[in-house]
Nanobody, 122 residues
Framework: QLQASGGGSVQAGDSLRLSCAAS????????MGWFRQAPGKEREFVAV????????YYADSVKDRFTVSRDNAKDMVYLQMSGLSPDDTAVYYC?????????????????YGQGTLVTVSS
């Protein structure tokens, strides 16, 4: 019900925008999160945007470089990434959480999509 796209191979310092398309009803009722998992590492929280777009949190590692946004009319959520570094190489996932949850725990999200791979070379 969630499909992330937009990944690819880029150079350090480049920008990339990920998209997440939702086919679930009541998309505008869910907070939407982005997570990532690098090879050999645990999945980590990247960002979350509230159901109405007014509340946003970022992981410290991406703050000031990544921007999350959403378009409820199109059932889409985006992750604009800039200043990419090899440390950002990972599979990126979008996930949906209840409107009361703005946290970073993957298990608290109800719906998950297939990820999209971002590879950043130096």
């Amino acid at each position: 019900q969630l499909q992330a796209s937009g990944g690819g191979s880029v150079q350090a310092g480049d920008s990339l925008r990920l998209s997440c398309a939702a086919s679930t009803r009541a998309f505008s009722s869910y907070n939407m999160g982005w997570f990532r998992q690098a090879p050999g590492k645990e999945r980590e929280f990247v960002a979350v945007i509230g159901y109405n777009g007014q509340t946003i949190y970022y992981a410290d590692s991406v703050k000031d470089r990544f921007t999350v946004s959403r378009d409820n009319a199109k059932d889409m959520v985006y992750l604009q990434m800039s200043g990419l570094s090899p440390d950002d190489t990972a599979v990126y996932y979008c996930a949906a959480a209840p409107p009361t949850y703005y946290g970073s725990s993957w298990s608290r999200y109800n719906y998950y999509g297939q990820g999209t791979l971002v590879t950043v070379s130096s």
